[in-house]
T-cell receptor, first 113, second 108 residues
Framework: NAGVTQTPKFRVLKTGQSMTLLCAQD?????MYWYRQDPGMGLRLIHY???????AKGEVPDGYNVSRLKKQNFLLGLESAAPSQTSVYFC????????????FGPGTRLTVT | AQRVTQPEKLLSVFKGAPVELKCNYS??????LFWYVQYSRQRLQLLLR??SRESIKGFTADLNKGETSFHLKKPFAQEEDSAMYYC??????????FGDGTTLTVKP
């Protein structure tokens, strides 16, 4: 099992450009999450999904959109990138309500200039 | 509001010394509590969860409901314990609110 994978690993964008980060998991998990990690601020939840076709806002959703068209994939989109979105983005998944352990991807380092 | 506080951003100890990473939470209900660890250049991974009452890599964490704390402890720190540690209470819907993290450095 590959677990949770993220594409790409690194990306540099110019202000105003758009991009999509892809997260894939092969563990048949229902729940998927997108976080951003900034120095001194820990992990902050951007959006999450409790199942295929569903998404919900997390703590810091502004400037991002997500889609969960297939159970194994969770996409994070930046429509018009801003320097404030420079961060490391982590995707995670978990199996169920009863088992809350989250499995993380390796992260995507995004720089917006 | 649900909140997790890890009061120490940085913690430095010498090898062989005891270490305690503090975590305080403010949650309604009875959340399940986790500690995650991120070693240098690695992804976050679960270290331990309070419900299992396990000791992982010599670490233990005791849930104190009265103080709403879930401090992580190890009696004798090792250099390989140097990492970022996150406390994460888990609410329903499988969501975890992560603390800001504590960077632990174990000096030789």
């Amino acid at each position: 099992n590959a677990g949770v994978t993220q594409t790409p690993k690194f990306r540099v964008l110019k202000t105003g450009q758009s991009m999509t980060l892809l997260c894939a998991q092969d563990m048949n998990h229902e729940y998927m999450y997108w976080y951003r990690q900034d120095p001194g601020m820990g992990l902050r939840l951007i959006h999450y999904s409790v199942g295929e076709g569903t998404t919900a806002k997390g703590e810091v959703p502004d400037g991002y959109n997500v889609s969960r068209l297939k159970k194994q994939n969770f996409l994070l989109g930046l429509e018009s990138a801003a320097p404030s979105q420079t961060s490391v983005y982590f995707c995670a998944s978990s199996y169920s309500l009863d088992d809350g352990e989250q499995y993380f991807g390796p992260g995507t380092r995004l720089t917006v200039t | 509001a649900q909140r997790v506080t890890q009061p120490e951003k940085l913690l430095s100890v010498f090898k062989g010394a005891p270490v305690e990473l503090k975590c305080n939470y403010s949650y309604s209900g009875s959340p399940e509590l986790f500690w995650y660890v991120q070693y240098s250049r690695q992804r976050l991974q679960l270290l331990l969860r309070h419900i299992s009452r396990e000791s992982i890599k010599g670490f233990t964490a005791d849930l104190n409901k009265g103080e709403t704390s879930f401090h992580l402890k190890k009696p004798f720190a090792q250099e390989e314990d140097s990492a970022m540690y996150y406390c994460a209470p888990n609410t329903n819907a499988g969501k975890s609110t992560f603390g800001d993290g504590t960077t632990l450095t174990v000096k030789p």
